[in-house]
């Protein structure tokens, strides 16, 4: 607006002689409306004519033509100035919103994080209390060494030192009564068959996890492995924080041992609790929080299908008595690939899902009678599912099997152990036709007996 001002009174100014000043006089007319008069000296007269009527109407008509012109401008400027503070408002509160989402975001975070710290915690008091047992236990007093008497000799028992009192009992007693409760009825027996479960071996240790993420895991094999993969190599997965990702690979059992990996892959999706397998060259597993199953092909480093498990439970809706987000648990066995979970509407109850391998479609699904929350673990041979009573009691059983081919269960009282008393995984490993499993940061396997497969 002083702009344009000025530009009219240079422009008066020029018109004139440049060593004379001009003057602006600006008041209103009796109209009440503004008028504006210059004055400019003149050099050549000393007195005008009076002025006429069209010379002080188009002076009138200029002036008039300049107070619209700075109004327009004004009211311009104020418009622009009003646009762009309602802008700078909505860019404030856009921002505002943003920064209150991402501390909302942290909060929630914040609460998990320490909702998983509480339960490490726990966790840690846990292992102090069985420590301070473990030392607050009496060792069996040493009896000295005595020579064998003739009638011990002839009843086959011999006492030997550091011997405990279960050891005197007639040999072959515990074998005898297993042989008459367990097993109703004799059966002719195939370690290579694929028949019913008759017993489960004594645990052997493989390894040892190095510290607090190893408390639980998975370990597994591949029966039917794809180059560059051996039929030899091992998969292990730590799954204590929470990001696990990391998948070691071992070229025999002896590295396993020795603890020497002859790969480490990152997954690009987290994975949930110890419910993974591996099968024809690719690793199977539950995406964290969600009931996503992914096949990670382990040639290419990649996934190759992810796809949903249609209703199933996740993060803790159905999960092994033990705990641990253990909804969906992955199995491989003689028969392919399978998945074990529940659902709201089997109310808890054990869904049992033959997957194709491929894509994780979901072939045929059967519904047991048996809760899921109400078992310490599962695992499948040959079609039959089979769960595990207990996850801490060093002595325990076997109790229920389903059976896919009949669509039906029955109780079984099978002995198990869980040696280190916090058994977090078991499954079947068909390549060695053994089970595998994770107890309480022991990775052990257990020698299997099968009955001989029917004819049909």
Not at 189 to 218: F, M, Q, W
Not at 291 to 307: F, G, K, N, V, W
Not at 406 to 425: C, D, E, H
Request: proline share 5%.
């Amino acid at each position: 607006m002083f702009l344009l001002i000025s530009v009219c009174v240079c422009s008066l100014l020029l018109r004139g002689d440049a060593q004379d000043q001009a003057v602006m006089w600006r008041g209103n007319d009796r109209t009440g409306r503004c008028q504006y008069t210059f004055t400019v000296p003149s050099p050549m007269e000393s007195s005008c004519a009076q002025m006429t009527g069209p010379e002080m109407d188009s002076l009138k008509a200029r002036l008039n033509m300049l107070e619209v012109t700075m109004s327009r401008l004004t009211a311009t400027y104020a418009g622009s100035a009003q646009t762009a503070g309602d802008r700078g408002q909505s860019e404030f509160q856009e921002a505002l919103n943003r920064v209150m989402g991402e501390r909302n975001m942290l909060q929630r975070e914040r609460e998990r994080l320490e909702q998983e710290l509480e339960s490490l915690r726990r966790r840690m008091d846990d292992m102090r209390r069985e420590i301070e047992f473990l030392r607050s236990r009496q060792c069996h007093p040493q009896s000295p060494m005595a020579p064998p008497s003739s009638s011990m000799q002839g009843s086959g028992l011999m006492r030997t030192a550091g011997s405990s009192a279960w050891q005197y009992r007639p040999p072959g007693f515990q074998e005898l009564k297993a042989t008459v409760t367990e097993v109703p009825a004799p059966r002719s027996e195939d370690s290579t068959g694929c028949g019913e479960l008759i017993s489960v071996g004594e645990p052997i240790t493989h390894r040892k996890a190095d510290n607090i993420e190893g408390k639980y895991g998975v370990w597994m094999q591949d029966p039917e492995p794809v180059s560059p993969y051996s039929s030899n190599m091992i998969w292990r997965i730590d799954t204590i924080g929470s990001d696990v990702r990391k998948l070691f690979g071992y070229e025999d059992m002896e590295q396993l041992s020795k603890g020497f990996p002859s790969k480490v892959l990152l997954l690009p999706e987290q994975v949930e609790s110890t419910g993974a397998t591996v099968y024809r060259g690719s690793l199977y597993y539950q995406r964290r929080r969600s009931r996503t199953l992914i096949r990670y092909d382990l040639a290419s480093e990649s996934i190759a299908a992810r796809r949903d498990l249609p209703h199933a439970g996740f993060h803790g809706q159905f999960p092994y008595s033990w705990g641990g987000y253990t909804d969906i648990d992955l199995a491989v066995d003689d028969n392919g690939l399978w998945a074990i979970y529940s659902t709201s509407k089997a109310k808890g109850a054990i869904v049992i899902s033959k997957l194709d391998p491929h894509s994780l479609e979901v072939k045929k699904s059967w519904e047991t009678n048996i809760r899921k929350s109400s078992v310490a673990n599962s695992f499948m041979i040959c079609g039959r599912l089979y769960t595990v009573a207990s996850y801490t009691a060093p002595d325990t059983l076997i109790n229920y099997m389903y059976d896919t081919a009949t669509s039906q269960g029955k109780a079984l009282r099978i002995p198990f152990k869980n040696l280190y008393r916090y058994n977090s995984m078991i499954d079947y490993n068909r390549a060695q036709r053994k089970l595998f499993a994770w107890d309480n940061y022991h990775m052990v396997s257990y020698d299997l007996r099968l009955g001989r497969q029917h004819s049909m």
